[in-house]
């Protein structure tokens, strides 16, 4: 492990990584305050009951396990007894065992969407650039909308009759994984192959285990994960499948070697130097004391414009709540979040962090080590850095002037998170910091952050009105399920 040298007071370590709050103005007596409110929140119990298993999900009355997923040292999870590590240990062979037999591949179509894309999808990006990945050169597909223009782009592409498909759906039942895996199939077909080469192109990862197979994948070609895998956001079991198949298992591993050791630190570290901790309770403390409603995380690496969209789904769909577990409204739930790649992200939305009249609190994300061995690497990445530090200034300080359009108001907070490199053991230690920071500001806020019950109404009330297009009639009139105003849209899309 690395030590920090000239460490700022305001700085912590773990995994190698730096978090700097300085200009969060979070005051000593501040964070004592915030500390103890954690204490009174039973943040250290929750932390150990999210790690032992217990049913932190109280309305599926489930636990939420994604750290079992990448526990690499095997240490026993007992769940209803029963140790898990054996069957996730299992599926890690099954993943090495298949690294080996794809010769010969040149392409893959990943079908899956929202927790079940977002990560891999993430990671195959990631890691693209790092000099010396072990790349096995396949042409790597995701294949997420409904609509078929993303189909569309990928079938003129992948080549057949040397493609194997992985569809990636927990359920097993989301409309848009099952469409595409059906239009999939079809072209399968369509180009020539045989039922038995369909059958050997094939795969799937799904905690449903029958209903993959009553699609038509065969069993040995299933890879499952458990319903103990609360809420959807897990990359870590076989649903980060394409991080083996493309950059080798021992990559894969490197990747959950890097989050199992950012578990660690999230449980046995002291409240006062744990990094999701920390993280969570200066993003509360701005709640208070702004009220803020939003937040951006800002990689400078090209490489993370991924990552701003895979939180989204981590923190939105875990924390966006506005009832609380006791079933009362909840005092805070998630902030609205975006960003993307900087410095991008300064020619565009950063006037608003700027002079914008919300306070929006930051999280900057850089990378100590440039992200190219090419001979500009090292101008380059100075230039990036610099820039990360001085929007980070700016926006801290802010500045005065005579004119009021040239007023920077200041006192914008905003952390610094320093990578030591992007590579896959840095990359899993920091999907895991967030996902421990996500779960941290549910157990704050009150929140069951390991179910999703809001988006299930729209998937609901699209059935009637899909039926309603299907009919071609532009007189459909508004009824239990249609009110007028979509009547009348449906009328317009059918005239
Ligand atoms: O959008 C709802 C949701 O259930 C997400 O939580 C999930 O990541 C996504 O749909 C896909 O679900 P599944 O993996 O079951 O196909």
Redesign the pocket.
Known sequence: MQTAKNLPSSAHVAVDMVLDTAYQNISGPQWKELFSFARKSHIPEFIEDLFSGKHVNLSEDRPALHSALRNLSKTPVILDGQDVMPSVTKVWQRIDALCNQWVGVTDVIHI?????DFGPRLAIEALAHVPDIDSRGMRMHFLANIDTAELARILAKALPHSTRVII???????LE?TMNAKAIVAWLKKSGLTQSQINKALFAVTANVSGAKAFGVEEDHIFPFWDWVGG??SVWSAVGLPIALQYGFKTFEEFLAGAHAMDLHFRNAPLEENLPVIMALALLHQQEKDGIKSYAAIPYADALDWFPKWLQ?LDM?SNGKSVGKDGKPAKHSSPVVFGSAGSNAQHSYFQLFHQGSEVIPIDFIAVRKPMSDLPEAVAHHRILLSNCLAQAQALAHGKDASNPNDVYPGNRPSNLLLLPELNAFYLGALLALYENRAATLGALWNINSFD?PG?EYGKVLAKPIEKALGSGSNHVEANDSIDAVTAARINLLNS
């Open positions: 899956g969407i929202g927790g079940s990636v759906s927990k359920s097993f039942t989301t994984t959807r956001y789904q769909e999703q988006v």
